[in-house]
């Protein structure tokens, strides 16, 4: 039983998740997805339900039965390219893909309250929205952009993510900036390849590519002020070809992320500089490309505070005040441009995002749903 007197079981979502977490695909490549939940929209044969798919993502509208607004509930749908290591019996079955960031769960949660709207009108109109890509290149600006979304667009949105390091059940959030801004970073450098044994032949890129990931690692310690915030990850990097030749190519791929634009531009400048630097030292050429940028996560202060007081009378879920993080989010453009919030989920697991090892408590996808759906009718 529910608090509003109704039933409403969440356990089926947690079945759902699982078919979700099977088929994993990157940004843009989300078909099965999309088929997955166009199939079960299908299935839920409800007469004020109206669908628009858009590229890999879809919008669904709720029609309200006395509707005054247009509330948005946003989830992304894309996985990270990564192999799962969880052992889990419903495991990723696509090689090299994995939900490592809980985009499963988001999915599943957003059904299920979906689901529950779909058996009970809403008074407001719901519009449901499936991005798809948010790992990258980043969904949310062009779908913001496209005709089907301006057409539906919401008067408020409200998205929120899963949180590890959190006890399932529990909610966090905070008014203000909650998300960095951030920006993909790809260098490519390109020297003279040659044999291993007359390294005074070639020009090698991987001394090249070492020395530069050692400078760019002094930006954040010796560029940005203490009392500010800024990060700089390499993730990747990749260049020669066989360990007897000396390597022609290296390619280092990263992020940044910063708490300002400013602070952005000169994490991007000083960037520039080293790689300029690189160039005349190693003799090489450099290409920079920073790949998808996205802005901050800013929370709505007012509404994001009435929500605070909502989790913290609500039975499903406990409230707490959390800090902001150098994450990013791409939800941080429907924020530019409509009111609204995003908050953590809990869902402790000893692994975190982007863990091939990352194993969710389930028991929130039924904290979130019946939390949701008390926020939303009320
Ligand atoms: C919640 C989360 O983990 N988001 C991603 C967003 C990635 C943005 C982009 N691809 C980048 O790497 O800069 C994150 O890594 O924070």
Avoid at 118 to 138: D, H, I, M, T
Avoid at 284 to 292: E, F, K, M, R
Wanted: hydrophobic letters at 40%.
């Amino acid at each position: 039983m529910r608090t509003d007197g109704t039933t409403f079981s969440a356990e089926p979502f947690i079945q759902i998740r699982r078919d979700l977490h099977r088929i994993p695909e990157i940004g843009f490549e989300e078909t099965k997805t999309q088929a997955y939940i166009l199939n079960y929209l299908e299935r839920l044969a409800c007469p004020f339900l109206e669908i628009k798919p858009w590229r890999t993502g879809i919008l669904v509208m709720l029609r309200g039965d006395a509707p005054e607004s247009t509330i948005g509930y946003r989830t992304d749908m894309d996985g990270l390219p990564m192999e799962e290591e969880t052992g889990l019996s419903f495991a990723s079955a696509h090689p090299g893909m994995m939900h490592a960031c809980g985009h499963d769960l988001h999915m599943s949660i957003a059904l299920g309250v979906l689901t529950y709207f779909s058996q009970r009108q809403p008074k407001e109109n719901l519009l449901f929205v499936f991005q798809p890509a948010e790992e990258g290149p980043g969904g949310a600006k062009p779908m913001l952009a496209s005709d089907e979304f301006r057409a539906w667009k919401p008067d408020k949105i409200v998205a929120l993510h899963i949180a590890p390091e959190l006890p399932a059940g529990t909610v966090a959030t905070k008014p203000g900036l909650l998300f960095a801004n951030t920006s993909e970073l790809f260098i490519n450098l390109t020297g003279k390849g040659g044999h291993a044994a007359y390294p005074h032949h070639a020009n090698d890129m991987v001394v090249a590519a070492s020395h530069l990931i050692t400078q760019l690692h002094t930006v954040v310690s010796r560029n940005v002020s203490p009392l500010d915030s800024a990060v700089l990850t390499i993730g990747k990097i990749s260049g020669g070809s066989k360990q007897n030749i000396i390597a022609e190519q290296a390619r280092i791929e990263g992020t940044i992320r910063t708490l300002s634009t400013d602070s952005m531009q000169k994490v991007k400048q000083r960037i520039e500089s080293i790689v300029a630097g690189i160039e005349q030292s190693f003799d090489c050429t450099s290409a920079i490309d920073y790949g998808a940028n996205y802005c901050q996560v800013y929370n709505a202060p007012s509404l994001t505070e009435e929500f605070i007081r909502f989790v913290e009378k609500s039975p499903h879920a406990s409230f707490a005040l959390s800090e902001k993080a150098m994450t990013g989010e791409d939800f941080g453009y429907f924020l530019e441009e409509i009111p609204g919030f995003m908050f953590w989920l809990g869902v402790e697991s000893e692994y975190g995002l982007h863990s091939s090892k990352l194993q969710p408590d389930e028991r929130a996808i039924a904290t979130a749903i019946h939390l949701l759906i008390d926020y939303l009718n009320k």
